[in-house]
């Protein structure tokens, strides 16, 4: 939902900023400034391009990864000047990566090569940057791609329900319960694991 | 078990498996405040997808008329009056970005059976940002000279 006000989480880490520091920030952008280009992207780039990793899932390639960030930017560049704040900037950069991430899975020939990883996880090739817990991992990259971006947006980014709704474009009970349902493939996937 | 225990063991595997974060690239950092610059520098140039193609429309002008100007080719029958229809386009993304509908062109689009609220009038939609949308009845080539 687009008019959905997501609020702005104050906790964790440096990253995220309050409120009026976001607004400072945006209303440079909205003027082009350069170095507000460079303050933004520093802040979010590495952000959204791990939720694109996660959300195209273990069966794209880098360089798809690549491709959607590089189209996520551009769009980001496009529709900063025109973004009304009704969000938090990571939550309207967070969508458009979302949808560019959708719109490359749904292209025909990626698609059927992402699924075709996506039904066999385990042999997708081991990326030595994706962490410790292997188990986990499979586990993660074995559900489905809505089921990863959700799961991703809540616990790894520890954005609020209403955030994650903005994002998805969808309404804060349907995130829930998508969420509920996540987490129950994870916890089997995760006892298949063991 | 505790739900909130459950959430937070959850949490805490996959902020574990997820990993550090990947490295920005300079490159895309160079170009995105470069294209940022430039969409600031020209306030009444708005881009546009239309099909998937890049084009780019006048701020306050129709959906149409951007179309028609770039040579993509659209249907409209009625020429631009808000009757034939054959001009809809499915937003897929910033219909917020459209001014919001009139009640000629709502007329119009719930006498030719279309509800949706992503579904507009090319003829009729005015653009104020950026938007995303596909022509409901595509016509192949571009406009002839």
Redesign the interface.
């Known amino acids: 939902m687009?008019?959905v006000a997501a609020r702005v989480s104050l906790a964790e880490d440096g990253a995220r900023s309050r409120p009026s520091a976001e607004a400072m920030l945006l209303e440079r952008?909205?003027?082009?400034d350069?170095d507000a280009?460079?303050e933004?992207?520093?802040r979010y780039?590495?952000?959204i391009?791990?939720f694109i990793?996660?959300a195209l899932g273990p069966g794209a390639s880098p360089q798809d990864a690549?491709d959607v960030?590089?189209e996520t930017?551009?769009?980001?560049?496009?529709?900063?000047?025109?973004f009304?704040g009704d969000s938090t900037l990571f939550t309207f950069a967070c969508a458009?990566a979302h949808?560019k991430a959708m719109s490359l899975m749904r292209t025909g020939a990626r698609r059927a090569r992402i699924a075709s990883t996506m039904s066999a996880p385990e042999d997708a090739a081991p990326d030595p940057?994706?962490?410790?817990?292997?188990a986990?991992?499979r586990a993660?990259a074995a559900l489905k791609p809505d089921y990863r971006e959700v799961?991703?947006l809540?616990?790894?980014e520890e954005a609020t329900t209403a955030e994650i709704a903005a994002i998805l474009r969808t309404s804060e009970h349907a995130i829930e319960s998508k969420l509920k349902r996540a987490?129950s493939a994870?916890?089997r996937r995760?006892e298949a694991e063991r | 078990m505790n739900p909130h225990d459950?959430?937070n063991a959850?949490?805490a595997?996959?902020?574990?498996?997820?990993?550090?974060?990947?490295?920005?690239?300079a490159a895309?950092?160079a170009?995105?405040?470069a294209?940022?610059?430039d969409?600031?520098?020209h306030?009444e140039t708005?881009?546009i997808q239309f099909d998937g193609r890049k084009i780019e429309a006048r701020r306050g002008g129709t959906l149409l008329g951007a179309a028609l100007k770039s040579r993509t080719r659209l249907m409209h029958l009625c020429g631009a009056r808000a009757l034939c229809a054959t001009c809809r386009v499915k937003v897929?993304?910033?219909?917020?970005?459209l001014a919001p509908m009139s009640l000629k062109e709502r007329l119009s689009l719930r006498y030719h059976l279309s509800f949706g609220s992503r579904t507009r009038l090319a003829c009729q939609a005015r653009v104020?940002?950026?938007v995303e949308v596909e022509s409901v009845f595509p016509l192949c080539g571009d406009v002839p000279d």
Do not use: C
């Not at chain 1, 952008?29 to 082009?32: A, E, F, I, Q, T």
């Not at chain 1, 940057?129 to 292997?134: A, H, K, L, T």
């Open positions: 687009a008019n952008l909205r003027r082009g350069r280009a460079g933004f992207y520093d780039a590495a952000r391009h791990r990793l996660h690549e960030m590089h930017f551009i769009a980001v560049a496009e529709g900063l000047p025109y009304r458009i949808r940057s994706s962490g410790r817990d292997e986990t991992r993660f799961l991703h809540k616990y790894v987490r994870l916890r995760l | 459950d959430d959850i949490a595997r996959l902020r574990e498996a997820a990993g550090p974060a990947p490295m920005p690239d895309l950092r170009r995105f405040a294209r940022l610059r969409v600031t520098a306030p708005v881009p897929t993304a910033g219909e917020e970005n104020q940002g950026p």
